[in-house]
């Protein structure tokens, strides 16, 4: 019988927050897989728990030890994946264990637990039906800058991780591709003694860096881009009449311009059809 994969929440700061079912999984576990066996074992000797086996697995040599965790979960052993805070997998090692345990039928059951972007998220301020999780940026080179640009015209709210040492840089860059007045929260030290949570603009929020010297891991949950100028009857009907200009049929261009402009075909439709 195949063993079962175990991805397990631990705290982002705060140890009470580990859940009573969190400590009974990793003690039942034949193998705790995690980023830092020191850290796990101390999170694991507050908790009262004695695991049967630590594995150290992380960014590092997450790719190889793949194959001793799909040989375990083969020989029928219970895995539990743990990262050194909050849920493994995002923005953590543990998505390529994930993987491989489900392409070779394992069963793979999640402990929720923990985690920094949405306690974040929920304490902005902003909206919270529809957002992105953008976890960290690419830390230089035009994967950064089409990343940052991408995520201007995004309308649904933006959450980021970043490190203290490059949050002024961040800040700046954002504020220079979404503009000096989009809403921002900074969360850090979330869940510890030192928890914070700052709201301004951008612009505010890169003179507040300039400022204060950051500490601790952040969160930045941004504003999602407000929706574009409502397009006027004559901007409706010369977008259509260009595309038809260049080739496309009646129905294709009403649907590429009410794609783009976000309005009703029937609107577009009617201006495209309508007599002189």
Sequence with gaps: MIGRLVLVGTPIGNLDDLSPRAAAAMAEADVVVCEDTRRTGRLLQAAGVKARQLLAV??????????????????GETVVVVSDAGMPGL????????????????EVVVV???????????????PTG?????????????????????LAGERRTVVLYEAPHRLAR????????????RRVAIARELTKLHEEVWRGTLAEAVARAAEVEPRGEHV??????????AATDDELAAAVARLLGD??????????VA??????????????????
């Design 130 to 150: 529809r957002f992105a999780f953008e976890g960290f940026l690419p830390r230089s080179g035009s994967g950064r800058a089409e990343r940052v640009a991408a």
């Design 91 to 106: 923005s953590d090692p543990g998505e390529r264990l994930v993987r491989a345990a489900a392409d070779v039928g394992a």
């Design 220 to 229: 930045l949950v941004v504003g999602g881009a407000p929706p574009p100028p």
């Design 170 to 181: 961040t800040l700046e860059e954002l504020r220079a591709a979404f503009g000096d007045d």
């Design 58 to 75: 992380h960014d590092h040599n997450e790719e190889a030890q793949v194959e001793v965790v799909v040989a375990r979960l083969q020989a």
């Design 259 to 276: 794609a783009a402009f976000e309005v009703p075909k029937r609107r577009v439709y009617d201006l495209a059809t309508r007599r002189p």
């Design 112 to 126: 929720p637990g923990p985690s920094a972007a949405v306690a974040a998220l929920v304490a902005s301020g902003l």
């Design 247 to 256: 080739g496309l049929s009646t129905r294709d261009a009403v649907a590429e």
